[in-house]
């Protein structure tokens, strides 16, 4: 059963020129894979987040933090995307334009199958050399459970012998120049019409900007969380539901038996 601001969504999508979708670590919470708002577990449970997310915090204790990446890339590796993930695919093959901005490190929307997300904070799954930035080959396989509780020596550079980080933006990073630029133009310079904010709490900084910019540009900005946030105010249509509930949803009503 679909209700107003559902049916007003459903609207914007038909109409829609420009669709950008942007979204958090609330999307792949139905694939398994914990939000930053849910504590941290096992051996980083006395953690905060923006602490171990830092370049001290590697510098500091490698293995912890190395320990930890590997321990949320073996998740990822081990979920399925979620319908929430295929809902945005869908949508992406059913209007005129589509650009998707993602703050998650997981590999979820390519395995979903959007081609070539803007990854605003990195990847999982491309880790580099901490000295000398030459990218590292990751094995393939899921990598082992961490022994000792999940402390686990990053492996060295092969060139200079450095210590290979994970490929994510820490905090007090700089975004990757190309990714943040594609992602601003999309929504300031490319007829952004209709923005999804979607499985964000919209705290972390520039990314939270972008869906204030597309109401600057008078886009429809649509936000799907069952919690509330920054955006509850600003937004065009807030839809308080699970993502993997609403999306599917809207891309059934909007177009529907295709
Ligand atoms: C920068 C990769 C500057 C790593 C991430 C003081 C000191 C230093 C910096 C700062 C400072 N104050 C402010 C800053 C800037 C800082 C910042 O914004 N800090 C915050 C804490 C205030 N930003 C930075 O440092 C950025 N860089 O500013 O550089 C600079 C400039 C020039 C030169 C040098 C430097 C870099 C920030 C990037 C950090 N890296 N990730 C990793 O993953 O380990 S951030 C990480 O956290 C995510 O990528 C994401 O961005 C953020 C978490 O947010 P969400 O994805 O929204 O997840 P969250 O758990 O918060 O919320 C989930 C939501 O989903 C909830 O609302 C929930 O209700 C909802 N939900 C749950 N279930 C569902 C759902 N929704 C829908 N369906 C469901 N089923
Ligand atoms: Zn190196």
Redesign the pocket.
């Known amino acids: 059963m679909m209700d107003t601001s559902e049916h007003h969504a459903v609207e914007a999508l038909r109409a829609a020129r420009h669709v950008v979708v942007f979204t958090?670590?609330?999307?792949s919470?139905?694939s398994g894979i914990p939000?930053?708002?849910?504590a941290l577990t096992g051996l980083w449970e006395n953690f905060d987040?923006?602490e171990l997310?830092t370049p001290d915090a590697f510098r500091r204790d490698p293995a912890l933090v190395w320990g930890w990446?590997e321990w949320r890339r073996m998740n990822v590796m081990r979920a399925e995307p979620n319908t929430?993930h295929q809902g945005i695919a869908a949508i992406a093959s059913k209007v005129p334009r589509f650009t998707l901005i993602t703050?998650?490190?997981d590999n979820l929307h390519e395995r979903a199958g959007s081609n070539q997300p803007i990854h605003?904070?990195?990847s999982l799954f491309s880790p580099r050399c901490f000295a000398c930035a030459r990218p590292h080959e990751l094995s393939c396989g899921i990598p082992d459970e961490p022994q000792g509780g999940r402390r686990l020596e990053p492996p060295r550079c092969q060139h200079c012998g450095g210590r290979i980080r994970?490929g994510?933006?820490?905090?007090?990073?700089?975004?990757p120049k190309a990714a943040w630029t594609a992602a601003m133009s999309a929504v300031e310079k490319e007829g952004c019409d209709l923005f999804f904010s979607?499985?964000?709490?919209?705290?972390?900084?520039?990314?939270?900007e972008l869906p204030f910019a597309a109401l600057r540009r008078r886009a429809t900005v649509v936000q799907?969380?069952?919690?509330l946030?920054q955006l509850d105010e600003v937004a065009t249509i807030n839809l308080h539901?699970?993502?993997?509930d609403v999306l599917p949803r809207l891309v059934e009503a909007a177009w529907p038996n295709t």
Request: hydrophobic share 50%.
């Open positions: 958090g670590a609330g999307i919470a139905e939000t930053y708002r849910d987040f923006a997310a990446y929430a703050q998650n490190v605003l904070h990195g994970p994510v933006v820490w905090f007090g990073e700089s975004l979607i499985g964000t709490s919209a705290m972390v900084y520039p990314a939270a799907i969380n069952p919690d946030t539901s699970a993502a993997a």
